[in-house]
């Protein structure tokens, strides 16, 4: 019932720029944390941002001063806008979300299917 879909990655040449957007929807009580993380194949996923509901943010080191997280709420939205990209930013970015479908509920994180970004050398 939930549905986390990623949008804006691609290709793009080093120092370049790319705006990733993922809305979720579906049945939403309401939503706490959302981030992106990224995976390389044959590594494991790791962080690259994260967002509270109320606005406080963490990044990794490998991003921060080059990506910045930002999120609307009104639209159940988290973006990624990332600058001065480099070839070890390659990866599938996956967005996320914790969230409750109900009151009631507990909290789970939930995920998109992914969107590929690419930088050449």
């Known amino acids: 019932q939930v549905q986390l879909v990623e949008s804006g990655g691609g290709l793009v040449q080093t120092g370049g720029s790319l705006r990733l957007s993922c809305a979720a929807s579906?049945?939403?009580?309401?939503?706490?944390?959302m981030g992106w993380y990224r995976q390389v194949p044959g590594k494991q996923r790791e962080l690259v941002a994260t967002?509270?509901?109320?606005?406080?943010?963490n990044y990794a080191d490998s991003v921060k001063g080059r990506f910045t997280i930002s999120r609307d709420n009104a639209k159940n939205t988290v973006y990624l806008q990332m600058n001065s990209l480099k070839p070890e930013d390659t990866a599938v970015y996956y967005c996320?979300?914790?969230?409750?479908?109900?009151?009631?509920?507990?909290?789970?994180?939930?995920w998109g299917q992914g969107t590929q970004v690419t930088v050449s050398s």
């Open positions: 996320n979300a914790d969230l409750k479908k109900t009151s009631w509920s507990s909290v789970f994180r939930y």
């Open positions: 579906g049945s939403i009580f309401s939503i706490n944390a």
């Open positions: 967002i509270a509901n109320g606005g406080s943010t």
